[in-house]
């Protein structure tokens, strides 16, 4: 190798190797090599990542983009696109986070699964899911980040539907697979409209489409209506990927997967695409003011939108799924106001908590012998003492309590929003105020979760008596016990990583400044609205700001604990009223798959079968048919089968053969 950096090809090749083995031997070697292997090559991969990352940190900043060709992919006439890596600090920063939690998720997933026949196969598509979201993470190009973009989703579509001989898992499944292909659909339209318009289509090298836009667009060659263009359709992908309004709707049923699947997808790596994504083309949402407000708004609407609905659901993963729909906002609308750093620290936070929090569910599931719901829970803290206060820190971190950190990164967003000059005048205080209601919303429905599955009486034994007879010895399995060592670990891991990981990203009301974004700078910092589009505020008022984000999350952690520390509330043992409405998430799931699907797929498929199938390609088809049997039937009439009708039919084509040519030699002068 050339380079040190030409080890970002192991990183990718490592579960690629471990792919091929559990899909080729991994039923003939036995589970406990399966999953020694599974977890081994990722783990590795983070080693190596975080090797890159130390070498790259001895390079100067402005030298901290490093490409690495593997081949060249795609010539054709002027489109020449290379299978080649970027290696820059966003690329590294997420591989750590996609193998280092991915990682630590394989190792619970040793324990979690250890009773399925279907292991081997569950490493097969856990360690194919690590290889395309790296493979998204290190692409040096548009065409190359959408190979990794599909791949996660086939591998997501293969997660959530592993149990497959449930319908509703393959429901959910399908589900998100087609709203996805909504939203790659427009991450196409993009990367088409991108190349006709730049000429190419790489991020990083000579001649990059960031250098182009900012050529074309100073020299008035391409108009802000192109650019916009561009950046709303990336968008359109993002809004499928990292299920933003209108296409969130996928994410709450994809906890039909196993509880690992759901960790890997909400934490370290599918939904977390969306945002890499507008990170990495950042100059071109600095050249479309529009498109930047549009991302902010969204993201802000997405995030209280699915808060409100966190409040009312019952099942402890959906509580999680819709806590990550807002989360995620949360991270677009720091994209969307310039901060683009802010944005993926909130990311690289958000893996941690959340991972912490999903496996953490998973141990509750795993002791209550696969009970979601959490009406059917409750004091478990004394049981399962370590999942209790692994997850006690999850949810103090993502409710922003400080230091914990959650704190942080939600805090920088809130106070870039508040500051920001890259959106129209008073924009800016508008959605900080929303984002602050959002972070109240937070820390109280994750209160709730937290005392309806730790707190008050154990309600876990009445209910599974009550299903299984109140006679049946055996109605409760016994009691919970906490989970083994595999899942234990992880959980700690995370945990520690929920409470120190927040002290990267500094603290500016007391002038401690950010490693994270000093790090980050070569690949998030702002390079068309400057850095005036997110000032330093003044720091009374960064105080004022960092008071308000505490009051809101103290706020609804008192508010969470006074409502549920003895259990469950009588008024919540059944789903009625306006909670009823959160439940079902104002009805916009039913209005999307039912009335919108149903029409789409009834009336304008049907239309489309009639006129399209029926009348224009079989009409064609058999207009054809029709033609030619006309025409053959007339011909045929020629075929007598007597000698002197041909040779009378010879001497009439010799005549006007004859005439034709005295005709046209007599035109020509050649006849006189």
């Given at each position: 190798m050339n380079s040190p950096f030409d080890l970002v090809w192991i990183v990718i090749a490592l579960p690629l190797a471990g792919f091929l083995f559990h899909a080729f031997v991994g039923k003939r070697v036995g589970k406990k090599v399966v999953g020694t292997v599974g977890t081994a090559v990722v783990l590795a991969a983070f080693a190596i990542s975080a090797y890159l990352t130390g070498e790259l940190l001895k390079l100067p900043p402005e030298e901290r983009q490093v490409l690495s060709l593997l081949w060249r992919w795609i010539e054709t006439g002027e489109f020449r696109v290379a299978f080649e890596a970027l290696v820059d600090p966003l690329s590294l920063l997420m591989a750590l986070i996609v193998t280092g939690v991915g990682g630590l998720i394989h190792l619970y997933s040793t324990g979690y699964m250890a009773e399925d026949e279907d292991y081997p196969r569950f490493f097969t598509y856990l360690n194919l899911f690590i290889v395309f979201m790296l493979v998204l993470v290190f692409s040096n190009n548009l065409p190359m980040m959408f190979v990794g973009w599909e791949g996660v989703g086939l591998c997501s579509y293969l997660l959530i539907g592993f149990w497959y001989k449930e319908k509703v898992n393959t429901d959910s499944a399908n589900k998100a697979f087609i709203v996805n292909r909504i939203g790659d659909w427009g991450f196409m339209l993009a990367i088409f409209l991108a190349f006709w318009t730049f000429g190419t289509v790489t991020f990083a090298g000579e001649g990059n489409m960031f250098e182009r836009a900012v050529e074309l667009k100073e020299t008035g060659a391409v108009s802000t209506g192109v650019l916009t263009a561009i950046a709303l359709l990336l968008f359109v992908g993002a809004t499928g990927k990292s299920a933003q309004f209108p296409l969130y709707l996928w994410l709450p049923d994809?906890?039909?997967?196993?509880?690992?699947?759901?960790?890997?997808?909400?934490?370290?790596?599918?939904?977390?695409?969306?945002?890499?994504?507008?990170?990495?083309?950042?100059?071109?949402?600095?050249?479309?003011?529009?498109?930047?407000?549009?991302?902010?708004?969204?993201?802000?609407?997405?995030?209280?939108?699915?808060?409100?609905?966190?409040?009312?659901?019952?099942?402890?993963?959906?509580?999680?799924?819709?806590?990550?729909?807002?989360?995620?906002?949360?991270?677009?609308?720091?994209?969307?106001?310039?901060?683009?750093?802010?944005?993926?620290?909130?990311?690289t936070t958000h893996a941690f908590f959340k991972a912490l929090l999903f496996l953490g569910a998973g141990s509750v599931i795993h002791a209550l012998h696969h009970e979601q719901d959490m009406r059917r829970m409750g004091g478990l803290a004394k049981y399962l003492p370590v999942t209790y206060w692994t997850m006690l820190i999850g949810w103090l971190a993502i409710a922003g309590i400080p230091p914990l950190a959650g704190f942080f990164s939600k805090d920088e967003i809130l106070a870039a929003t508040f500051g920001t000059h890259a959106l129209p005048v008073s924009m800016g205080q508008i959605l900080w105020a929303v984002g602050l209601v959002t972070a109240l919303l937070t820390a109280f429905y994750m209160t709730r979760l937290m005392g309806l599955t730790f707190w008050g009486q154990p309600r876990w034994a009445a209910a599974h008596a009550h299903a299984h007879g109140k006679d049946d010895a055996h109605a409760h399995h016994g009691e919970p016990h906490e989970s083994p060592p595999s899942m234990t670990m992880p959980l700690m891991v995370l945990a520690v990583l929920s409470v120190v990981g927040g002290f990267i990203g500094g603290f500016a009301p007391l002038h401690i400044p950010s490693a994270f974004e000093a790090f980050l700078e070569p690949s998030a910092g702002l390079k068309v609205l400057g850095e005036e589009a997110v000032p330093h505020l003044p720091v009374s008022v960064e105080w004022i700001l960092v008071g308000a984000s505490v009051a809101a999350a103290a706020l609804g952690v008192w508010f969470g604990w006074s409502r549920y520390r003895v259990g469950l509330p009588e008024s919540e043992r059944e789903v009625t009223g306006f909670r009823k409405v959160l439940y079902e998430q104002y009805g916009y799931d039913a209005l999307m798959v039912k009335g919108v699907g149903l029409w789409l797929g009834g009336k304008i498929a049907g239309w489309a079968w009639q006129f399209l199938d029926v009348r224009l390609i079989d009409g064609l088809v058999n207009g054809v048919a029709?033609?030619?049997?006309?025409?053959?039937?007339?011909?045929?009439?020629?075929?007598?089968?007597?000698?002197?009708?041909?040779?009378?039919?010879?001497?009439?084509?010799?005549?006007?053969?004859?005439?034709?040519?005295?005709?046209?030699?007599?035109?020509?002068?050649?006849?006189?």
């Open positions: 994809a906890m039909a997967g196993p509880t690992p699947v759901s960790a890997l997808i909400h934490a370290a790596t599918m939904v977390t695409a969306g945002v890499v994504m507008v990170t990495r083309c950042h100059v071109l949402y600095e050249l479309a003011p529009a498109a930047m407000l549009v991302v902010a708004v969204i993201g802000v609407f997405t995030a209280i939108f699915a808060a409100t609905i966190a409040l009312a659901q019952t099942d402890i993963k959906r509580v999680l799924a819709y806590s990550t729909v807002s989360q995620l906002g949360y991270m677009f609308l720091g994209c969307g106001v310039g901060a683009f750093a802010s944005g993926m620290f909130h990311v029709g033609v030619t049997g006309w025409l053959g039937g007339r011909l045929r009439r020629v075929q007598t089968g007597y000698v002197r009708n041909y040779a009378f039919t010879i001497l009439v084509g010799a005549i006007v053969l004859l005439i034709w040519l005295l005709v046209r030699g007599a035109s020509a002068g050649l006849v006189r």
